[in-house]
């Protein structure tokens, strides 16, 4: 069965300091994985996809790592700000028009 | 203006009661889908459309009908809806097949069937 698992489900931190979130994946056959930012009561906001070949994708301060060996990816973030406090959600892509997968996501709390 | 939006946002109805989410978009995409988000779950698929005539169903179409009025226009219908029914509604586009496409999300409808 095709699913995506991410760690941890919630995390507190404070301000200015970083973080790292992890995925791990299970779809098959892959064709890319996605990182989405979901604000409190907002739609998810794409922050990277990367496809097999990628190792590493920046979007300014967030950092994706991908290895599809393993099927794992990590979503890093540097110097947290406040208005980082939000759901991040991991998707997975198959190939065609195959649903997306998507995590559960991880509740991130950046507190002063 | 946002390129997707959804209306109403906020919607209280009773078990039985048929009601109505539409989505607009302004992207001119041609893909449009519906989702809904539940607390502890990830998001699952209802229904999506490649065009006027083309609507598929998703992973979870029971108890749900969609309406593709126009390229912009999405509709997703309960017919008798029920309390498991109550979570956030998303619709969202992309320009091209959903496995090479960035998706783009409305800003979600939250309905509560009580």
Known sequence: KNQVEQSPQS?????????????????????????????TGRG???????????????NGRYTATLDADTKQSSLHITASQLSDSASYICVVSGTGNTPLVFGKGTRLSVIA | DADVTQTPRNRITKTGKRIMLECSQTKGHDRMYWYRQDPGLGLRLIYYSFDVKDINKGEISDGYSVSRQAQAKFSLSLESAIPNQTALYFCATSEGRISSYEQYFGPGTRLTVT
């Open chain 1, 44 to 58: 998810p906001v794409s922050l990277t996809i990367m496809t097999f070949s990628e190792n590493t994708k920046s």
């Open chain 1, 11 to 39: 995390l507190i931190i404070l301000e200015g300091k970083n973080c790292t979130l992890q995925c791990n994946y299970t779809v098959s056959p892959f064709s890319n994985l996605r990182w989405y930012k979901q604000d």
